[in-house]
T-cell receptor
């Protein structure tokens, strides 16, 4: 069974600074996908970034980058130059690329990020 | 391109009643997944429908059911509501499952269900 752990329930960051949100995972599969989602107070889950287990380079999407350390089973999200609009819940999730699992995602408990002006 | 639409956005029901939630996926997406989000349990997978068939199911009682129509729109139903069913119900729309691709799920804004 998969498990996703986010050890930081809440974090503060100063506007314009970088912040790292931690995510560790546990799976016996060799092939899997890791996702980060942002959930503002409106409730919608917004896709941020994806890392495949066989991807050799760390994923980047604008101000978001993923620090992927496969041997340590960690997939930390780095947000550079934080903005006030980055204040939200952030979830790490995993998908097993097995046909039986379909598109099911397993989520971590989330980290609430608060950006200070 | 329209996003995922969930209706209604808010709902208040009484214990023992039943409720139906609706989800319209992104045009062309045939996979619809449902998740329950509560403060205590976090985000939990309910089920996934693909081409009108339930492909995968989470660990929820039989009171939770769903279906998918030929136009990929999906509904989930909860019968005999309990106070613990109060939650944000999120629907996610995805392209056809691909082993190689980053098949990200696009979520709707959710339906906030309150059971009193």
């Amino acid at each position: 069974a998969q498990k996703i752990t986010q050890t930081q329930p809440g974090m503060f960051v100063q506007e314009k600074e970088a912040v790292t949100l931690d995510c560790t995972y546990d799976t016996s599969d060799q092939s899997y996908g890791l996702f980060w989602y942002k959930q503002p107070s409106s409730g919608e889950m917004i896709f941020l970034i994806y890392q495949g287990s066989y991807d050799e380079q760390n994923a980047t999407e604008g101000r978001y980058s993923l620090n992927f350390q496969k041997a340590r089973k960690s997939a930390n999200l780095v947000i550079s130059a934080s903005q006030l609009g980055d204040s939200a819940m952030y979830f790490c999730a995993m998908r097993e690329p097995r046909a039986a699992a379909g598109n099911m995602l397993t989520f971590g408990g989330g980290t609430r990020l608060m950006v200070k002006p | 391109k329209a996003g995922v639409t969930q209706t209604p956005r808010y709902l208040i029901k009484t214990r023992g009643q039943q409720v139906t939630l609706s989800c319209s996926p992104i045009s062309g997406h045939r996979s619809v997944s449902w998740y329950q989000q509560t403060p205590g349990q976090g985000l939990q997978f309910l089920f996934e429908y693909f081409s009108e068939t339930q492909r995968n199911k989470g660990n929820f009682p039989g009171r939770f059911s769903g279906r998918q129509f030929s136009n990929s729109r999906s509904e989930m139903n909860v019968s005999t509501l309990e106070l613990g069913d109060s939650a944000l119900y999120l629907c996610a729309s995805s392209l056809e499952f691909s082993r190689a691709a980053a098949t990200e799920a696009f979520f709707g804004q959710g339906t906030r269900l309150t059971v009193v």
